[in-house]
């Protein structure tokens, strides 16, 4: 019986419940910054989705955050990149934020949300930390990423929310 469930566990790691041709699920969740307002799916209709999975103790996840500030200087007012932060508590988000911004002399230009009590994120149950969702303008999921970038992978990004626009 324990090996079965150890088995059941490993597939469940193995893949995510969300993939490429499945309807996004929506949210609606508030955003870590001190001042708390609410983002939700529906709001962003019509805008293709970067929808983006990360922990702050990721250090893939860390590592991108601002590759993502200087891609949404890039992208359209069609786009929409969204973080949803999976830490145990807000603060931990909210102190790598800042400290982000204080180091590379910029502010977070997309919303970052807080999954309080990981309901969203069971559902898309990312397998890796960070992922990323490409969602498109009808609410479709065109591409998943379980993967973090950097400036010189960042293009493959790019070229995924083209194809989805």
Not at 7 to 28: P, R
Request: glycine share 4%; with cysteine; aromatic share 10%.
């Amino acid at each position: 019986m324990k090996l079965l469930l150890s088995l059941l566990t490993l597939s469940s790691l193995l893949f995510s419940a969300i993939s490429v041709g499945d309807k996004a699920i929506a949210f609606d969740l508030m955003t870590v910054k001190k001042k708390e307002t609410k983002v939700s799916f529906e709001s962003l209709k019509g805008k293709t989705i970067v929808l983006n999975f990360w922990a702050s103790w990721c250090p893939g996840c860390k590592a991108e955050m601002p590759d993502f500030i200087e891609l949404k200087k890039e992208l359209g007012k069609d786009v929409e990149i969204v973080a949803i932060n999976i830490d145990s508590d807000r603060y931990t988000a909210r102190d790598f934020m800042d400290d982000l911004e204080e180091k590379h002399h910029t502010k977070f230009n997309f919303p970052v949300l807080y999954d309080t009590d990981k309901e969203i994120t069971n559902q898309y149950h990312p397998r890796a930390l960070p992922s990323t969702y490409i969602i498109d303008k009808k609410g479709v999921v065109s591409t998943v990423f379980m993967r973090s970038f950097s400036p010189k992978t960042i293009h493959i990004l790019k070229e995924a929310i083209v194809k989805a626009q």
